[in-house]
């Protein structure tokens, strides 16, 4: 859980983890070619859920949490980018999104620096 996200980071609920599965199966569908942003995720996966007599309800925050639950612990290639998310098996295209996410934990640092400047 994030300090000042815990409404948005908390961990998997009972009902996420059952849905994971399914996150998962539909993550495999898009390639490199064929991309689908987050926004569309949520949208799809709320109409097959609300179809199948799930409670349960997506959000993109909540979708971030499953995506990376699945990439921590190591379920699926999962690849952002700009043009939505995608699975690879290209061990280019993987190291790069490790770099990616290698330079977003740095800036992130930055930040951290640049505030405790102010304690």
């Known amino acids: 859980m994030i300090t000042n996200f815990e409404q948005y ?17 539909g ?14 995720i949520v949208k799809r996966m709320n109409v097959f859920l609300e179809n199948n007599g799930y409670k349960i309800r997506l959000t993109q925050p909540r979708l971030r949490k499953l995506v990376n639950y699945i990439r921590s612990n190591g379920l699926l290639p999962l ?26 934990a740095n800036s992130i640092e930055n930040a951290v620096q640049g505030l405790k400047k102010f304690l």
């Open 27 to 40: 993550f495999r569908g898009y390639k490199k070619t064929n991309p689908i942003k987050a926004e569309l």
């Open 79 to 104: 690849i952002a980018t700009s043009n939505g998310y995608f699975t690879s098996d290209c061990k280019l295209t993987i190291q790069q999104q490790i770099i990616s996410l290698q330079e977003r």
């Open 9 to 25: 980071t908390h961990e998997l609920s009972a009902e996420e983890m059952e849905i994971l599965q399914l996150v998962i199966h």
